[in-house]
């Protein structure tokens, strides 16, 4: 079976760092765009972060940008977010997707469009609180 496990949520304080991974199992990754998607209670699912199938390129939402690194391991099936400088407004439920590869122009417009996602990690929480 198909299946993305998110790993790495926990409780931390405001200018603290976190790393979550994603790890496929039933499936290759290696072919799949990635991409980091979080929620916050009451709000509509936003997209974080986006790298490509090889790893050559990301995205970030500015919210995160400068602060969060994406990257992936396709030896080890494995995507990774790197959070620092953690605000409580990170606060969210955060998952991994998997989509697809199409041509970079077309991503860069579509990153954050749920429904082109094939795969869906359950999610690990992440708080920022003092």
């Known amino acids: 079976q198909a299946q993305l496990v998110e790993s790495g949520g926990g409780l931390v304080q405001p200018g603290d760092s976190l790393r979550l991974s994603c790890v496929a199992s039933?499936?290759?990754?290696?072919?799949?765009?990635i991409g980091w998607f979080r929620q916050a209670p009451g709000k509509e699912r936003e997209g974080v972060s986006f790298i490509s199938s090889r790893g050559g390129s990301t995205l970030y939402a500015d919210s995160v940008k400068g602060r969060f690194t994406i990257s992936r391991d396709n030896a080890n099936n494995a995507v990774y977010l790197q959070m620092g400088s953690l605000k409580p407004e990170d606060t969210a439920v955060y998952y991994c997707?998997?989509?697809?590869?199409?041509?970079?122009?077309?991503?860069?417009?579509?990153?954050?469009?749920?429904?082109?996602?094939?795969?869906w990690g359950q999610g690990t929480q992440v708080t920022v609180s003092s």
């Open positions: 039933g499936f290759t990754l290696d072919y799949y765009a």
């Open positions: 997707a998997a989509a697809r590869p199409r041509d970079w122009i077309i991503s860069v417009l579509t990153w954050r469009r749920i429904r082109d996602y094939d795969y």
